[in-house]
């Protein structure tokens, strides 16, 4: 799998977009971006992922450049409780091709 | 559903002793995954199932450790014997073709 850089830490503000990216310029074709996060002391929760076109749901919005080196993660507005390690994962969705984590991204949310 | 359940939530052990994490993934799914977590070393995928058999136990650290799945609904991880190096957060994941991994509560295990 390719491996991914993220910043190791970011604030931003409540109520505010908060915009988490990630590179991923080794990644090749078949293989898609993952994002997790984890609250303290709980176990990771998944969030979304993407080939290529952008996607969205209910929790956030996923922008993958068009040459797919690099992501954004958009939490369109940031609440307190979305303090957590954001991780950025880029894998081949092979049925059970494993998970890595790598060192994640800490956002505080700050009121 | 309620999710992947993972027992005990807490594990206090002495070193030398045996030590077994339990886990009942969410109903129908077919993969079952295997993680630890220290400040040092993050994440660690330790082993993963696919219907019921181990697909790679290449993340196990030893032979103190191993892993089974005897049925759909149960897997454990035990430990014999325990030093205090294992101390660390145990965390089970179940998904459905390997897609979107649901992870547990995991259990804290400290070893003294």
């Known amino acids: 799998d390719a491996k991914t850089t993220q910043p190791p830490s970011m604030d931003c503000a409540e109520g505010r977009a908060a915009n988490l990216p990630c590179n991923h310029s080794t990644i090749s074709g078949n293989e898609y971006v993952y994002w997790y996060r984890q609250i303290h002391s709980q176990g990771p929760q998944y969030i979304i992922h993407?080939?290529?076109n952008n996607e969205t749901n209910e929790m956030a919005s996923l922008i993958i450049t068009e040459d797919r080196k690099s992501s954004t993660l958009i939490l369109p507005h940031a609440t307190l409780r979305d303090t957590a390690v954001y991780y950025c994962i880029v894998r081949v969705q092979a049925a059970g091709n494993k998970l890595t984590f790598g060192g994640g991204t800490r956002v505080l949310v700050k009121p | 559903d309620a999710g992947v359940i993972q027992s005990p939530r807490h594990e206090v052990t002495e070193m030398g002793q045996e030590v077994t994490l339990r886990c009942k993934p969410i109903s129908g799914h077919d993969y079952l995954f295997w993680y630890r977590q220290t400040m040092m070393r993050g994440l660690e995928l330790l082993i993963y199932f696919n219907n019921n058999v181990p697909i790679d136990d290449s993340g196990m650290p030893e032979d103190r450790f191993s892993a089974k799945m005897p049925n759909a609904s149960f897997s454990t991880l035990k430990i014999q014997p325990s030093e205090p190096r294992d101390s660390a957060v145990y965390f089970c994941?179940?998904?459905?073709?390997?897609?979107?991994?649901?992870f547990g509560q995991g259990t804290r295990l400290t070893v003294v």
């Open positions: 994941a179940s998904s459905l073709k390997g897609v979107e991994a649901f």
């Open positions: 993407g080939l290529k």
